[in-house]
């Protein structure tokens, strides 16, 4: 089957502009993951939905940042009024959770490719 | 969140086996211990997952003293293709919002 997507795979924005991310999980996990990776750095975890609900927001960096998920399905990260250390990229993950998972004797967290953002 | 601390690098020579330390401190009684890949352009990719002993799969072994503040890694004859960065998370798989912290992973660089 199909695995995380994200969209667009690349994107170059001038400072000042809005960007919207697009993450298209495995169908049926329930959790949805964004992180932020910027070159040579380990993964930062931005914010995280338990279906639609994101339980804490306090990983996002700025209040520039938004997310959301519809339809316990896709989701999208909105950067308003970009900034250049906007640029970085941007990681999508989905999961089971954990009861769901104990049929594969694993929990795991499957990561798209990737959003490759850089701001003018 | 349990915090882990990992080595920053490590170095090996093809066919080698590699043996990678994760300090998890303060684990708790849920918390499961899991590692992730991570080659470069690419999204991390899970490798093993354990809760205590040893756990083996097609990829690697993992082993957790009786304690659990600690956990390894072992990697079998690598090969250049292991070349990545691993990452230690520790965290309760009940709780969605509990596997968050990767940190800074061990960029193991595998030589000819």
């Known amino acids: 089957g199909a695995g995380v997507s994200q969209s667009p795979s690349n994107k170059v924005t001038e400072k000042g502009k809005d960007v919207e991310l697009r993450c298209d999980p495995i169908s049926g996990h329930t959790a949805l993951y964004w992180y932020r990776q910027s070159l040579g750095q380990g993964l930062e975890f931005l914010i995280y939905f338990q279906g639609n609900s994101a339980p804490d927001k306090s990983g996002l960096p700025s209040d520039r940042f938004s997310a959301e998920r519809t339809g316990g399905s896709v989701s999208t990260l909105t950067i308003q009024r970009t900034q250049q250390e906007d640029s970085a990229v941007y990681l999508c993950?989905?999961?089971?959770?954990?009861?769901?998972?104990?049929?594969?004797?694993?929990?795991?967290?499957?990561f798209g490719p990737g959003t490759r953002l850089t701001v003018t | 969140l349990a915090k882990t601390t990992q080595p920053i690098s490590m170095d090996s020579y093809e066919g080698q086996e590699v043996n990678i330390t994760c300090s998890h401190n303060?684990?708790?009684?849920?918390?499961?211990i899991t590692w992730y890949q991570q080659f470069p352009s690419q999204g991390p990719r899970f490798i093993i997952q354990?809760?205590?002993t040893k756990v083996t799969n097609e990829v690697a072994s993992l082993f957790i003293p009786a304690d659990r503040k600690s956990s390894t890694l072992s990697l079998p004859r690598v090969s250049l293709s292991d070349t990545a960065v691993y990452y230690c998370l520790v965290g309760d798989p009940n709780n969605a919002g509990n596997m968050l912290t990767f940190g800074g992973g061990t960029r193991l660089m595998v030589k000819p």
């Open positions: 354990g809760y205590k």
């Open positions: 303060n684990i708790a009684t849920n918390d499961y």
């Open positions: 993950a989905s999961s089971l959770v954990f009861v769901q998972a104990l049929k594969t004797s694993s929990y795991e967290q499957y």
